[in-house]
């Protein structure tokens, strides 16, 4: 199976977000990918829960829950997780990690932990029977628009070499930062099995997003 696609919608043109809903699905994407920042746990403010019930309405494809939030555990509650989404915390914005997890899991949602660049890769050795995927972030969480940190590929592959060797290879990896098509191949060499899309892919000016995609989706095969 190829890799799968997690389109930023953080990135889309809201004037015409169904449009490009509608776009999404005929490329049949896997996963819409929403960004929630507090301005807390990363320097801006992004999306909410009443953003992601609009999206609901519009489409059944599943949402991939980022929360870059601090104690993302007291904001759960407001978010209409459904079985079938991603939703992504990261390891240093709650306290009592696994209890956290197991919030998302009793959702019904898919468990994942995020690991900002510099997060080191061991910090995953006391979850791993709680988790169905690792984000690695290629970049420094916050903003779209920045360049791939180069180490982090070579992130992608000790990762892979970790679960791999601990027992965990059902575990997946979604990548997130700059994933070009270019460092998409590279990230899909390195063991990435799904793929954030956005400003460096998909979501380009006066460049048709269906396209894009499956051009995109080339790259990751």
Do not use: W
């Amino acid at each position: 199976m190829g890799g799968r696609i997690s389109p930023s919608i953080m990135c889309a043109d809201f004037r015409n977000l169904e449009t490009t809903i509608r776009a999404l699905e005929r490329a049949r994407v896997d996963y819409l990918h929403v960004d929630i920042m507090d301005g807390s746990f990363v320097p801006n403010f992004t999306l909410g829960p009443d953003f992601m019930n609009s999206v609901r309405e519009m489409t059944e494809i599943p949402l991939d829950i980022h929360l870059m939030i601090n104690r993302p555990e007291d904001f759960l509650p407001i978010f209409a997780i459904r079985p079938g989404d991603i939703v992504s915390v990261h390891q240093e914005a709650t306290i009592h990690l696994q209890r956290t997890l197991q919030q998302i899991r009793d959702k019904g949602a898919r468990v994942s932990v995020a690991l900002n660049p510099s997060t080191p890769i061991y910090t995953l050795d006391d979850i791993l029977d709680d988790i169905d995927i690792v984000l690695i972030m290629t970049v420094n969480p916050g903003f779209a628009g920045q360049k791939l940190i180069p180490a982090t590929l070579g992130k992608i592959h000790k990762l892979k070499q970790y679960l791999q060797q601990s027992g965990h290879s059902h575990i997946e990896i979604e990548v997130d930062g700059n994933v070009s098509c270019e460092n998409a191949q590279k990230m899909r060499l390195a063991g990435a099995d799904i793929f954030v899309a956005g400003t460096s892919s998909i979501f380009k000016k006066d460049q048709d997003l269906y396209e894009l995609t499956e051009k995109f989706r080339e790259y990751i095969a």
